[in-house]
């Protein structure tokens, strides 16, 4: 069983930057990939980016890449999100994920643990 827990979210001006971190329980994060997602009001959960579990390969949704970056730490079981330049369609309930395999996953149902979520807001 792995155990997620996200911090970071709050509220930004458009423009402005976050970082979201997501730190895991358990001895093997190594062994899984980890991912980001999220859900806006009335609209389904979407995947934002993932990373493997090694942190070789990286991948982003089209709305977020060359604004935010995901990025891993083994050695502290964490995950983090870089969100630059954000948008207020950015605005959302953030989402860390694990899948118990270290192949980064772009889907929602290719994840086995979830975080309880973390507000983000970017005002216009």
């Known amino acids: 069983q792995v155990q997620l827990v996200e911090s970071g979210g709050g509220l930004v001006q458009a423009g402005g930057s976050l970082r979201l971190s997501c730190v895991a329980s358990?001895?093997?994060?190594?062994?899984?990939?980890m991912g980001w997602f999220r859900q806006a009001p009335g609209k389904e959960r979407e995947f934002v980016a993932a990373?493997?579990?090694?942190?070789?390969?990286?991948y982003y949704a089209d709305s977020v890449k060359g604004r935010f970056t995901i990025s891993r730490d083994n050695a502290k079981n964490t995950v983090s999100l870089q969100m630059n330049s954000l948008k207020p369609e950015d605005t959302a309930v953030y989402y860390c994920?694990?899948?118990?395999?270290?192949?980064?996953?772009?889907?929602?149902?290719?994840?086995?643990?979830w975080g309880q979520g973390i507000q983000v807001t970017v005002s216009s």
């Open positions: 994920a694990a899948t118990a395999t270290p192949v980064a996953r772009t889907t929602t149902r290719a994840y086995d643990y």
């Open positions: 358990g001895r093997t994060f190594s062994s899984y990939a």
């Open positions: 990373i493997s579990g090694s942190g070789g390969r990286l």
